[in-house]
């Protein structure tokens, strides 16, 4: 069942009155299937945002659900809400579990297990188990020769691999992806955008992916979101950065650079 996350004015502060940075989302959402790609140059609270998002950090203040699509059943989520309920850990780890697949910006693969444990491990916790499709992510990621291989031997854009293929195998309803294909040469990354967009619109999952790599997202149909940072003008050294809604573009289909031999 495809859900719609809703975004209401997600707002977070990190520092104190010395130097401080704030996030302010504005109002929007997401539907299941739908992938936006998020810019902004560095420093400007990628991360933080996709890690409030992906319930990794509380907002300080705002609004923040998943519902299911309409005309659709099932339950609906209210993620600011678990962040003020006294079980508030209990409640964001099951939906960090059972809800979301999180790429994050470097590594986070377990180095005790094999590349194609590690690939298994949110089905395991999702209780979701499905061997045809792991398999199916290692090959489409270039991954079956290494996949007996502990994390540790990997080169980092294999590693991210994994990371992505992590993130997709127990399917679900919404994948937050931070600098996914960062390591990737160009070929890489287009495959790897390629299944991150497709399984986005295969499987109906909300996909919210951040990238500096704006040649390899612009070669893709997406909606765009950008990060902006200015100086609060009261008080010059506090920080705000402010997401805005991009407009549309036509993908580039020039041929994707080859990575010289
Ligand atoms: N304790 C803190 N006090 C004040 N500002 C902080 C604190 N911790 C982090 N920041 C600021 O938060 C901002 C957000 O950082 P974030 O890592 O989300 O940026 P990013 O857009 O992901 O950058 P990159 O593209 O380099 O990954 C940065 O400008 C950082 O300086
Ligand atoms: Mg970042």
Redesign the pocket.
């Known amino acids: 069942m495809a859900h719609r996350l809703h975004i209401d004015d997600l707002r977070v502060?990190?520092?104190?009155g010395?130097?401080?940075?704030s996030?302010r989302t504005g109002t929007w959402s997401v539907a299941g299937g739908e992938v936006v790609g998020l810019s902004?140059?560095?420093?400007?609270?990628?991360?933080?945002?996709?890690?409030v998002l992906g319930l990794l950090r509380a907002p300080d203040s705002g609004g923040y659900r998943a519902a299911p699509a309409e005309g659709g059943t099932g339950p609906a989520h209210d993620f600011a809400g678990y962040w003020r309920s006294p079980r508030a850990q209990a409640l964001c780890a099951a939906a960090r579990a059972g809800f979301f697949g999180y790429v994050p910006?470097s590594g986070g693969l377990l180095p005790f297990l094999t590349v194609a444990e590690n690939v298994a491990v949110t089905q395991r916790i999702a209780g979701r188990p499905d061997a045809a499709w792991q398999a199916e992510l290692l090959h489409r990621l270039g991954l079956e020769e290494v996949a007996h291989l502990h994390p540790g031997p990997l080169s980092i854009g294999q590693r991210q691999r994994v990371a992505i293929a992590r993130a997709l195998a127990h399917r679900p309803f919404c994948v937050i992806a931070?600098?996914p294909t960062a390591a990737l040469d160009p070929e890489n990354a287009h495959s790897a955008l390629s299944l991150l967009i497709g399984a986005a619109r295969a499987g109906g999952s909300a996909t919210i992916l951040?990238s500096?790599d704006a040649p390899a997202l612009a070669r893709f149909a997406m909606r765009r979101m950008t990060?902006a940072?200015a100086s609060d003008p009261d008080s010059p050294r506090h920080?705000i950065?402010t997401l805005t809604e991009a407009a549309p573009h036509a993908p580039d289909t020039a041929p994707i650079p080859q990575e010289a031999p």
């Open positions: 502060t990190l520092g104190d010395e130097r401080r940075f996030l902004g140059p560095s420093g400007t609270g990628k991360t933080l945002l996709l890690e910006q931070d600098e951040s500096h990060l940072a920080v950065s």
